[in-house]
């Protein structure tokens, strides 16, 4: 069920690619280190061994990074009202400008 583009665009949001700038890291801190595919190796392999049109995949990316930064923000909401008691969401708003960002520049790759 579902666009299976929305799937690879939730993987490439948080998928640590080795190129990226200290701004734009992904996923736990080490991560890029792991000897992982970029982001666009992983979109070249999915559309080979899937047959899909993956053009567009930088903008599902973009997608999943707004759709992150969305739910940053209500948790962090959340607990700013006190409607949660974790405080881990005290912080969680930080990572929202460099999510921004990263789709920004996710839809300048595609001329978006």
């Known amino acids: 069920l ?3 583009l929305i799937d690879l665009g939730t993987l490439l949001n948080y998928w640590p690619d080795p190129e990226d700038r200290e701004d734009q890291l992904r996923g ?3 991560m890029q280190l792991m000897g992982l595919p970029t982001r666009q190796e992983v979109i070249h392999r999915y559309g080979k061994q899937t047959g899909l ?3 567009k995949a930088n ?3 973009a997608f999943g990074l707004w759709k992150t930064a969305t739910v ?3 948790l962090h909401h959340r ?3 006190g409607d949660s008691t974790d405080e881990r969401m ?4 930080e990572g929202i400008p460099r999510l921004l960002a990263s789709a920004d520049e996710a839809l ?3 001329g978006g």
């Open 90 to 93: 005290a912080t969680k708003n």
């Open 53 to 55: 049109d993956v053009s």
């Open 59 to 61: 903008w599902f990316e």
């Open 108 to 110: 300048l790759s595609i």
């Open 2 to 4: 579902g666009g299976p």
């Open 79 to 81: 607990w700013k009202v």
């Open 28 to 30: 736990h801190d080490g």
């Open 72 to 74: 940053l923000q209500q």
